[in-house]
């Protein structure tokens, strides 16, 4: 892939997920379950890599040393934007990094600072995301599902696309 399609492509996962504040973080724990939980996107690179911060004294930074292979889900059921990405998370233990990145709501988080030593990142380097866009009304949704029920077909669900990072 070229750099200007990497970089579009990166540009496109980006709008999708921009207005979206919470990922679910789906791991694999230490017995082979998938556990998904609630995290903020710090920032989405230019090579398309998301950025969390974690503790060093969670469950999610244990899990990724065995199983590095994660999902993220972002959804805005308002506006029907639903966006999974799949890739591998890697520990990140950079204090420049973590006090480059830092800001106020991660503060509430963690109330002790950047330097504190159990503040962690969170990289997950993006191998494919798939999105789903209707781009219409609930009201539009609302006929569309109506009118397939009635025709026995299948409603339009808008535009849906694989993007390859």
Not at 25 to 47: K, V, Y
Not at 94 to 105: L, Q, V, Y
């Amino acid at each position: 892939m070229s750099a200007y399609d990497h970089s579009s492509q990166v540009a496109e996962l980006k709008s999708k997920i921009k207005s979206i504040r919470f990922a679910m973080f789906t791991t694999i724990d230490e017995h082979g379950h998938l556990i998904s939980r609630p995290m903020t996107n710090q920032e989405t690179d230019a090579q398309g890599n998301l950025w969390f911060y974690t503790s060093t004294e969670t469950d999610l930074w244990e899990n990724i040393v065995a199983h590095p292979e994660v999902n993220l889900s972002f959804s805005e059921p308002a506006d029907h934007v639903y966006v999974s990405i799949s890739g591998r998370a890697e520990r990140v233990v950079e204090r420049d990094k973590i006090k480059a990145m830092w800001n106020s709501a991660v503060q509430a988080w963690y109330p002790h600072g950047p330097d504190d030593p159990h503040v962690v990142l969170i990289k997950v380097v993006s191998d494919t995301a798939e999105y789903w866009d209707s781009n219409a009304s609930s009201m539009v949704q609302l006929f569309k599902m109506a009118k397939a029920v009635l025709t026995g077909t299948t409603p339009d669900e808008g535009e849906h696309a694989r993007i390859n990072l």
